[in-house]
């Protein structure tokens, strides 16, 4: 008879083969218990990956691996959603490293049957709501966008049963701000929630910043409203103002990505006017509601000197001079956004 599985781990991959070995290794450290399954969701690798992963595969009985065409990271955490035995599922990056023995320590956590896991908190006691009401949904939106914010799937666990009740998924048309909705989603259906500063991740280095994707206007917007539809929800709460704050943060920074990362790119290139794209922008800051966030000044400790200065020109309507600023600065910086 099969062990019944406690944890599953999804990972997906693309042309990982650089780092792919160094991860699995570290995944073999972390795995001390016989509950548990890895599934390495390959997103269409055309480098190594593949090689590397089936020689884990017939090396450990508990890594299983699956090769699918190359539709998109959130795609991949989806199909594994759908491929999971164990009553809960994480997520993690085929380029990090984890915990030495971490699974028959996570089996203190498994007890408490929450609906949703955050461990590697800095917080000196752990919180454990086996209720959660909204005021207490609003605290842990505000703890996991903390300073420029940790929505990364990573030490985040969740309850396989109330993630297939709420189908709740992988947003597969954004391109940036995925796991922070799949995230949100989750607070927002959990009943109950746990926070641990019991260590299990290591984020390393080798994540790259993305720059111009033809995809970001629409994911943005996309994430805007959805997020929008999501935190109206709790506007009758005792502490619906933090949230706003919350919200506030996610409009600039997401604003300022769309200046850096979509338009500044195409103006750079020529694909566009400043004033184009100044009409548009402001078109979008007045339909979406980012125009509001502009003069909320808390946040400018998470900015650099850079996008103080944009927010406070967007503050009083200077689209136009924000884009021709932009890209002036990456010139005389040397920065190129078009990749």
Same mark, same amino acid.
């Given at each position: 008879?099969?062990?019944?599985?406690?944890?599953?781990?999804?990972?997906?991959?693309?042309?990982?083969?650089?780092? &792919? #070995?160094?991860? $699995?290794?570290?995944?073999?450290?972390?795995?001390? %218990? /016989?509950?548990?399954?890895?599934? +390495?969701? *390959? @997103?269409?690798?055309?480098?190594?990956?593949?090689?590397?992963?089936?020689?884990?595969?017939?090396?450990?009985?508990?890594?299983?691996?699956?090769?699918?065409?190359?539709?998109?990271?959130?795609?991949?955490?989806?199909?594994?959603?759908?491929?999971?035995?164990?009553?809960?599922?994480?997520?993690?990056?085929?380029?990090?490293?984890?915990?030495?023995?971490?699974?028959?320590?996570?089996?203190?956590?498994?007890? &408490? #049957?929450?609906? $949703?896991?955050?461990?590697?908190?800095?917080?000196? %006691? /752990?919180?454990?709501?086996?209720? +959660?009401? *909204? @005021?207490?949904?609003?605290?842990?939106?505000?703890?996991?966008?903390?300073?420029?914010?940790?929505?990364?799937?990573?030490?985040?666990?969740?309850?396989?049963?109330?993630?297939?009740?709420?189908?709740?998924?992988?947003?597969?048309?954004?391109?940036?701000?995925?796991?922070?909705?799949?995230?949100?989603?989750?607070?927002?259906?959990?009943?109950?929630?746990?926070?641990?500063?019991?260590?299990?991740?290591?984020?390393?280095?080798?994540?790259?910043?993305?720059?111009?994707?033809?995809?970001?206007?629409?994911?943005?917007?996309?994430?805007?409203?959805?997020?929008?539809?999501?935190?109206?929800?709790?506007?009758?709460?005792?502490?619906?103002?933090?949230?706003?704050?919350?919200?506030?943060?996610?409009?600039?920074?997401?604003?300022?990505?769309?200046?850096?990362?979509?338009?500044?790119?195409?103006?750079?290139?020529?694909?566009?006017?400043?004033?184009?794209?100044?009409?548009?922008?402001?078109?979008?800051?007045?339909?979406?509601?980012?125009?509001?966030?502009?003069?909320?000044?808390?946040?400018?400790?998470?900015?650099?000197?850079?996008?103080?200065?944009?927010?406070?020109?967007?503050?009083?309507?200077?689209?136009?001079?924000?884009?021709?600023?932009?890209?002036?600065?990456?010139?005389?910086?040397?920065?190129?956004?078009?990749?």
């Amino acid at each position: 008879m099969k062990n019944k599985i406690k944890l599953t781990f999804v990972m997906p991959m693309y042309n990982s083969e650089s780092y &792919l #070995e160094r991860t $699995l290794d570290s995944v073999e450290e972390m795995v001390d %218990t /016989n509950d548990i399954e890895v599934l +390495l969701i *390959d @997103d269409g690798s055309t480098d190594k990956t593949l090689e590397i992963a089936e020689k884990y595969e017939n090396k450990f009985d508990y890594i299983k691996f699956f090769k699918l065409k190359h539709y998109g990271v959130s795609n991949a955490r989806n199909f594994g959603i759908s491929k999971a035995r164990g009553e809960y599922i994480t997520f993690i990056d085929s380029d990090d490293t984890f915990e030495c023995n971490f699974t028959s320590k996570f089996s203190k956590l498994f007890s &408490l #049957e929450a609906d $949703l896991i955050i461990t590697d908190s800095e917080l000196e %006691t /752990n919180i454990n709501y086996s209720v +959660l009401d *909204d @005021d207490k949904k609003i605290y842990l939106y505000k703890y996991v966008n903390r300073d420029r914010g940790n929505t990364r799937p990573g030490s985040k666990f969740f309850k396989k049963e109330m993630l297939i009740e709420n189908g709740i998924l992988y947003d597969t048309d954004l391109v940036i701000s995925e796991d922070a909705l799949f995230l949100y989603k989750t607070i927002d259906k959990a009943t109950s929630a746990v926070i641990s500063n019991m260590k299990f991740y290591n984020v390393q280095d080798s994540h790259t910043l993305q720059y111009y994707n033809e995809k970001i206007l629409t994911g943005e917007l996309k994430y805007r409203q959805k997020t929008n539809e999501l935190f109206n929800k709790y506007k009758e709460a005792t502490n619906y103002k933090e949230l706003q704050k919350v919200e506030n943060k996610l409009k600039i920074l997401g604003f300022l990505m769309l200046v850096d990362r979509y338009y500044g790119p195409l103006y750079i290139k020529k694909e566009i006017t400043s004033k184009k794209a100044a009409m548009e922008l402001k078109k979008i800051a007045n339909k979406f509601g980012y125009s509001n966030a502009f003069s909320d000044k808390r946040h400018d400790k998470l900015l650099g000197l850079r996008h103080i200065i944009f927010r406070k020109m967007l503050k009083i309507g200077m689209y136009r001079q924000t884009i021709i600023l932009d890209k002036f600065m990456d010139k005389i910086r040397g920065i190129n956004r078009w990749k």
